[in-house]
C-alpha cells in the first residue's frame, strides 16, 4: 500500500494552508487533497452545497478511469486532467503517495494561471505527504476502547 | 486504506460490495440508503446505464460514532458484475478495507458466483492486496426466492476456507439483511482499533 | 470435468444383474462390448444398473428401432474450454441420479431422437451413479460436469449417438442440474472443514454501529427536530394568541425618580435665536445668478456673461502639446506672465481678457505652425507619410503607460531650471481664471516643459530604406493603416528584410502544442490547424514564402530572430501557451499564465475610468522589457532588450495578431 494511512493535526494544518495559498493564488473556488480511493484528507475554499464526499469518490474515480486510455498513449498514467465548463471547471493533479489534487476553479480565471500553480503546489505538497507518510509509519496504532454488549469475557 | 484524520477526529473506512452481474450490490446501497436516517448519510450517487446496469460504481457515505472520540465514515462503493467490467472493479477496489461478497441464491447463478470471487481474489492481487488481509463477510442474497440455494451448499461452496466468515442471509429486495450485512462488515472493520479484540499497541 | 472414470462409476455389486439385451426393440443384440476409447480418452467403467423391465413401446415397435436422425446435424462446440481439473476428493461411494436427469442435459443433437421421444422410454428411471469424490471436487466451482464420452460408458447405451460418429463432441462437456445432485448427497459429506478459524468473539460481541436502536433513536431526534422547525415556523407566522395570565403586580420602585429642579437663573444658559448672517450683496447676486445660469443650461438656454459654475469643457490638450512642442528648443528665461493661461477660465470671460491682453507670438511658435500646415497640406494630397513615429519626448524615464503625468511633475525638482521652458502663450479664446475662485484648485502652478533630451535614433536595418524623420509631429502615433490590404502599406515594408539573429541554440523552443495532453477544447483548437496561413503580405513581412502555409513555431522563430528580441510567446485566454520561443521554459508558461490575467485587469481599470479596453501594455525594464498585445483572444509577448520597442516590430505583431484572430476565431 502506497498511501497515507493517517494525517496528524501538524500535517492537515500545513496541507490545507498550502492549498489555501495555492487557491488565492490561482484565484481558485476550491481545492482538496484526496487519495486515489476517494478518501478526502484535506479541502480549503467553498463549493457551495456539493457533498464532498462525492466529489472526492468521482474524482478519484475520474482519474482511475482514464488510466486505461493513458496506457493506450504509452503513458503510466496522466499527471493531470482537466475538466472545462461553461462555468466551473476542474483541474486533477496527480501527487505522490496516490494521492490527487483536486482544483474546482470559474470563468475568473484560467485554466494556464492554475495549472502553473497547481505544479508549484503539487511540489509542495508531496513534500508534506512524505512528512506525513513517515509520521504515519511511525505512529502507535490507533486503539480505542469499542462497545461491546453481552458477556465481554469471551474471547477466542 | 482506511485513513485517520486526527485533526478532523475522523477514521474513513472504504467498503465494497462485489459480486457477479444482478445480484444485488446496487440494491443493497439502494435499501441502506433508504433506511438510515439522513443525519447519517450522504447522497447516493449511481453510475448507470439507461438500464440501470451499474456501469462505473455506485457510491454511499455513511457516518457513524461507535468509536469513543471519532466518527467513522464507511463510503460504500459498488462494482459493476458483467465480466467485460473487470478493468474497473480493479479500480474501484483500490484503497479497499472490507468486502462485502453477495451471492446470488439461484441455482444457475452458482457457476458466475464462483467465478465471481475467484475474479475478486485476483482483483485484490491486481491491488497489491490478499484475502488474508481484507475483512469481508458473505451475503446470501435472494433468499426470498422460490427453491434458493441450501444453506449448507453455500457454505460448502464459499465458506469453507482456512478462516470462517461472517455470513448473513438477505433480500435486499425487501430490505431484509441489508443493514445486518453492513453492520457485521462495520464490526470487523472496526474491530482493528479496538483494544479488546486483541489488538496490541505496537508499532506497525 | 472428471477424466478418469475407469473403475469409478460404482464397483461391481453382487446384485448387479447380468447384462441384458439392450431396451430398444431392434433385434436382440449382443450387449456392446466397450470399444477401446480413442487416443486420450480414458475407458469407461463397467457394470452398471439396469432395469430389468423389458420395455415396449408401440411407436418404436412400428419403427422397428430407434435410427438416427437422418437430418443434418448441427452439433454444438466440440471444443470445451480448458477448465482446472478439480482434485478429486477421498471419498468412496456415488450418488445415484436418475437417467432422465442426464438425459435432459444432453444436447438432442448428440441424442438418436429427441427428448420428448426418449424420455417416455421406462429405462430413463435407471439410476446413474456419479461417482462421488469428483461430484464433492466439483461442487465448490459452482458446476457439475461430465464429458460425453464418460457418461456414455454409465448410461444405457442406445440413447446416445455411436461415439464414432461424433468423435469431435467425445469432451464436450455435459453441465448436470447442481440441484438435482447436491439434494442427494448425503448432508455428513458436506460439513465444512474441521481447521477452520472462527469468527473472532469480540467482532460478534461488538455493538452494531447501525443499530435498530441507534437508528430508531436518531430518527427520532431528527423527527423532533423537523416538527420544532414547523412549530417555530408555524408559530412566527400566525399570530400568538392571546394569553389571559395572571395579572402582573406593578412593580413600585422604592425610590421615586425625582423631579429635576429648576435651574438658578445665574447657571440658566443664555441662548440666542440664531440671527441670518448678512450676506455680502453683491456674493449673493452672483450665487442667484449662478443658480440661475444653471436652471438655464438645463433649460438649454446660454447665457452670456454670467459665471458659468459648471466646468467648462478642458482646453484641447493637442493645442497645448503643440505649444508644448514649438517652445522646446526655445531658451528659457524668465517664466512668462502668462503662465497662469494654463489656468481654466469661464466662457465669455476669456475673449474679453485675451482682447485685454494680446501676448506676443513667439516666432518659434509661428514656424511651427507654418510647418504643420505644410504636412497637413501634404498628407491630404495622398503623400506617403514615411515617419518613424517619433519617439516620445520626456526622455528615458518616460514610462510607456499613457502620459504618465505623475512621473513626469515627479521629476520637475529635479529638473534643471535652465532647462525648463515656459509654457507657451494661450491661443486665442484661450480661457482666464474665474473670478470667483471656484476655480483655485485649477489654477496649477505652471508646468514646466523640459526639453527633450537626444532623441534616440532608430535602430539601422539595412535594406529598410531611409527614415524621414518629421522633428515634430502632431500626434504621437502615426495613423495605422489597414494591414490586411497590402496596397495601404508603405513600399518600404514589401522591401523590408530585416536583417535577422542567427539562430542560437540556447533558445528553447516550447513543447509543439500537440504535447499537451489537456482535454480543454480551447488548447485542441491549434491542435486541428497547426499551420495557419496568414496573408501574403505578413508572410513577406517575416521574410518567408508568400504562399507557404507557416506554423505558429515558424512565426515565433522569425520574431525571435529580430534585432534585440529574446523571446516571443503566443498565448490564448486560457492561459496555455499556443507556441513560444523563450530561453526559460518555464518563464514563458508564466508569461502565458499571467498575460490574460494582467491585461484583464488593466482593462478593467480603464474600462472603470471611462476608457477603451487595454490592447498593449508595455513594461520597460532594465535587462529585458516586456510588451504584451492582444487582439480578441489571442496574447502575443514578446521580450525586448531595450525600453522601448521598434514600431516596425510593434505593426508586424500586430498585423500577425490581428490575422492569428480574425482566421481562428
Known amino acids: 500500500m502506497t498511501g497515507i494511512g493517517m494525517l496528524s493535526v501538524e500535517d492537515q494544518m500545513a496541507i490545507e494552508s498550502h492549498i489555501k495559498d495555492f487557491l488565492v493564488k490561482s484565484e481558485s473556488q476550491w481545492g482538496a487533497l484526496v487519495d486515489r480511493g476517494g478518501n478526502l484528507f484535506a479541502e480549503n475554499g467553498d463549493i457551495g452545497q456539493v457533498d464532498l464526499m462525492i466529489m472526492c469518490a468521482l474524482a478519484a474515480g ?39 489534487l483536486i482544483t474546482v476553479f470559474t470563468g475568473n480565471t484560467n485554466i494556464g494561471l492554475v495549472r502553473f500553480y497547481a505544479q508549484q503546489t503539487a ?34 | 486504506m482506511a485513513f485517520i484524520n486526527y485533526s478532523k477526529r475522523e ?44 456501469l462505473f460504481f455506485d457510491f454511499l457515505s455513511l457516518s457513524t460514532q461507535t468509536l469513543p472520540g471519532f466518527d467513522t465514515r464507511f463510503q460504500l462503493y459498488t462494482v459493476p458484475g458483467q465480466p467485460v467490467y473487470n478493468t474497473t472493479r480493479q479500480l474501484v477496489l483500490k484503497g479497499v478495507d472490507g468486502i462485502v461478497f ?10 458466475e458466483n464462483v467465478e465471481s470471487f475467484a475474479n475478486l481474489q485476483e482483483n485484490l492481487i491486481e491491488n497489491h492486496l490478499s484475502m488474508a488481509q481484507i475483512p469481508y463477510v458473505i451475503q446470501y442474497n435472494k433468499r426470498d426466492i422460490e427453491n434458493p440455494a441450501p444453506l449448507e451448499y453455500l457454505e460448502f461452496t464459499f465458506n469453507n476456507r482456512a478462516t470462517q466468515s461472517l455470513t448473513f442471509e438477505a433480500s435486499a429486495y425487501t430490505g431484509e439483511g441489508v443493514l445486518d450485512t453492513l453492520n457485521g462488515v462495520a464490526r470487523l472493520l472496526l474491530a482493528k482499533y479496538s483494544k479488546s479484540a486483541g489488538n496490541k499497541a505496537t508499532k506497525q | 470435468m472428471a477424466s478418469n472414470f475407469l473403475g469409478l462409476f460404482g464397483k461391481k455389486k453382487e446384485e448387479v444383474l447380468a447384462p441384458q439385451a439392450s431396451p430398444t426393440l431392434s433385434p436382440p443384440v449382443e450387449e ?69 436427469i442426464i438425459l435432459n442435459s444432453i444436447p438432442e443433437q448428440l441424442l438418436v431422437a429427441d427428448h420428448a421421444t426418449l424420455l417416455v422410454h421406462p429405462e430413463v428411471m435407471v439410476q446413474i451413479g456419479l461417482p462421488l469424490s469428483h461430484v464433492l471436487s466439483m461442487l465448490p466451482s459452482g458446476k457439475l460436469e461430465f464429458s460425453l464420452s464418460d457418461l456414455v460408458g454409465a448410461i444405457p447405451a442406445g440413447f446416445v449417438q455411436p461415439l464414432e460418429n461424433i468423435p469431435d463432441y467425445a469432451q464436450t462437456p455435459i453441465s448436470l442440474p447442481l440441484a438435482e445432485v447436491f439434494r442427494r448427497i448425503p448432508p455428513h459429506l458436506l460439513a465444512l472443514r474441521s481447521d477452520q478459524r472462527p469468527v473472532d468473539a469480540a467482532v460478534k460481541n461488538m455493538v452494531d454501529p447501525f443499530s435498530r436502536e441507534a437508528l430508531e433513536k436518531a430518527q427520532a431526534e431528527a423527527k423532533e427536530k423537523a416538527v420544532e422547525a414547523d412549530t417555530q415556523f408555524a408559530v412566527e407566522a400566525e399570530p400568538a394568541p392571546e394569553l389571559n395570565p395572571e395579572p402582573i403586580p406593578e412593580l413600585v420602585m422604592e425610590e421615586s425618580v425625582p423631579e429635576y429642579a429648576p435651574i438658578p437663573e445665574y447657571m440658566a444658559p443664555s441662548f440666542e435665536a440664531p440671527v441670518e448672517p448678512d450676506f ?37 490638450y493637442s493645442a497645448t502639446y503643440q505649444q508644448e512642442e514649438a517652445h522646446q528648443e526655445t531658451p528659457i528665461s524668465e517664466p512668462s506672465a502668462e503662465a497662469n493661461a494654463w489656468a481654466f477660465p469661464v466662457s465669455g470671460q476669456a475673449e474679453e481678457a485675451a482682447a485685454d491682453s494680446e501676448p506676443e507670438m513667439d516666432p518659434a511658435l509661428v514656424e511651427w505652425a507654418r510647418k504643420m500646415a505644410q504636412e497637413e497640406s501634404a498628407a491630404q494630397s495622398g503623400e506617403p507619410q514615411l515617419s518613424e513615429p517619433e519617439l516620445p519626448p520626456y526622455g528615458e524615464e518616460e514610462t510607456n503607460l499613457g502620459n504618465d503625468l505623475n512621473s513626469s511633475l515627479a521629476q520637475e525638482e529635479a529638473v534643471n531650471p535652465d532647462d525648463v521652458v515656459p509654457p507657451p502663450a494661450p491661443a486665442p479664446g484661450a480661457f482666464e481664471v474665474n473670478k470667483i475662485g471656484m476655480f483655485d484648485a485649477l489654477n496649477a502652478p505652471t508646468r514646466p516643459i523640459r526639453k527633450p533630451k537626444s532623441q534616440p535614433q532608430p535602430p539601422e ?41 542567427p539562430e542560437t541554440e540556447d533558445s528553447t523552443q516550447m513543447e509543439p502544442v500537440g504535447s499537451i495532453n489537456l482535454s480543454s477544447p480551447a488548447s485542441s483548437a491549434p491542435l486541428l490547424s497547426p499551420r495557419i496561413r496568414l496573408s501574403p503580405t505578413i508572410n513577406r513581412y517575416l521574410s518567408l514564402d508568400e504562399n507557404a502555409e507557416i506554423s505558429f513555431a515558424d512565426v515565433m522563430n522569425h520574431v525571435r530572430r529580430w534585432p534585440g528580441v529574446s523571446g516571443c510567446v503566443i498565448t490564448g485566454k486560457d492561459g496555455l501557451p499556443i507556441s513560444a ?69 510593434r505593426k508586424v505583431i500586430k498585423a500577425v495578431l490581428e490575422e492569428i484572430a480574425t482566421r481562428h476565431k
Open chain 3, 581 to 649: 520561443v523563450v530561453d526559460d521554459v518555464l518563464f514563458s508558461k508564466s508569461l502565458s499564465a499571467f498575460a490574460p490575467k494582467i491585461v484583464a485587469r488593466v482593462s478593467e481599470l480603464f474600462v472603470d475610468l471611462g476608457m477603451p479596453e487595454v490592447q498593449e501594455i508595455h513594461v520597460p525594464m532594465d535587462d529585458v522589457s516586456t510588451f504584451l498585445f492582444r487582439e480578441a483572444d489571442v496574447y502575443f509577448i514578446l521580450l525586448y532588450k531595450e525600453a522601448s520597442l521598434p514600431q516596425w516590430y
Open chain 3, 461 to 501: 536595418i539595412k535594406g529598410f530604406g531611409s527614415f524621414n524623420i518629421v522633428e515634430k509631429s502632431q500626434e504621437i502615433v502615426t495613423p495605422v493603416p489597414s494591414y490586411t490590404d497590402p496596397s495601404a502599406l508603405p513600399e518600404e515594408f514589401d522591401q523590408a528584410t530585416p536583417e535577422l539573429e
Open chain 2, 11 to 54: 477514521i474513513q473506512l472504504k467498503i465494497v460490495y462485489y459480486g457477479c452481474a444482478l445480484c444485488g450490490k446496487t440494491t443493497n446501497l439502494i435499501k441502506l440508503h433508504s433506511g438510515i436516517n439522513s443525519t447519517q448519510k450522504g447522497e447516493l450517487v449511481s453510475l448507470a446505464t439507461d438500464a440501470d446496469r451499474t
Open chain 1, 123 to 156: 511540489g509542495t505538497l508531496n513534500q508534506c505527504l512524505l512528512s506525513a507518510s513517515e509520521s504515519a509509519a511511525n505512529a502507535e496504532p490507533l486503539l480505542l476502547d469499542a462497545e461491546y454488549s453481552g458477556d465481554q469475557n469471551i474471547i477466542s
Open chain 3, 32 to 100: 456392446a462390448k466397450p470399444k477401446s476409447p480413442p487416443s486420450g480418452l480414458i475407458g469407461l467403467p463397467q457394470g452398471r444398473k439396469r432395469v430389468t423391465q423389458r420395455l415396449s413401446l408401440k411407436g418404436l415397435q412400428e419403427s422397428g428401432k430407434i435410427a438416427p436422425d437422418p437430418t443434418k446435424i448441427q452439433l454444438p462446440s466440440a471444443v470445451a474450454p480448458a477448465r482446472a481439473v478439480p482434485e478429486p476428493v477421498e471419498v468412496d461411494g456415488t450418488v445415484d441420479i436418475p437417467f432422465s
Open chain 2, 102 to 111: 453477495v451471492v446470488d441464491s439461484h441455482w444457475d447463478k452458482m457457476e
Open chain 3, 280 to 316: 455680502d450683496p453683491v456674493m449673493l447676486a452672483e450665487a442667484e445668478a449662478a443658480l440661475a445660469a444653471v436652471e438655464a443650461r438645463k433649460a438649454g438656454v446660454e447665457l452670456p456673461n454670467v459665471y458659468d459654475p459648471i466646468l467648462p469643457p478642458p482646453p484641447a
Open chain 1, 62 to 100: 475520474s482519474f482511475a478511469a482514464t488510466k486505461e486510455l493513458a496506457k493506450r498513449l504509452g503513458e503510466g498514467e496522466f499527471t493531470a486532467l482537466y475538466h472545462e465548463g461553461s462555468n466551473m471547471s476542474i483541474l486533477m493533479t496527480s501527487l505522490h503517495f496516490d494521492c490527487l
